[in-house]
Nanobody, 115 residues
Framework: QVQLVESGGGLVQAGGSLRLSCVASRSISSFNAMGWYRQAPGKQRELVAA???????NYADFVEGRSTCSRDNAKNTVYLQMNNLKPEDTAVYYC?????????WGQGTQVTVSS
């Protein structure tokens, strides 16, 4: 397992941008894929984006074209750049390191988008 700490959330107006960061307690190079999930009040947790060691990315339809997921293995950090934010993007955003039967999750960072 690995400890993950997210940061970069906050309150932003619709149309604004945020860059979320996720710092791991150890090297993330052993995790082929790292990702971001989000959970809004009363809703299930859902995948937002993921990035592999080769730099391949996968995005949910609701952020496609508005977000960029990247990683810097030398800094043990994963990023999620979100642009043109919408009120429906309001949620707690979680970093995740999938590891077979054990997934490591961060504590989450709150993103609130006002209209």
């Amino acid at each position: 397992q690995v400890q993950l700490v997210e940061s970069g959330g906050g309150l932003v107006q619709a149309g604004g941008s945020l860059r979320l960061s996720c710092v791991a307690s150890r090297s993330i190079s052993s995790f082929n894929a790292m990702g971001w999930y989000r959970q809004a009040p009363g809703k299930q947790r859902e995948l937002v984006a993921a990035v592999t060691n080769s730099g391949s990315t996968n995005y949910a339809d609701f952020v496609e074209g508005r977000s960029t997921c990247s990683r810097d293995n030398a800094k043990n950090t994963v990023y999620l750049q979100m642009n043109n934010l919408k009120p429906e993007d309001t949620a707690v955003y979680y970093c995740v390191a999938p590891g077979g039967s054990t997934w490591s999750w961060g504590q989450g960072t709150q993103v609130t988008v006002s209209s």
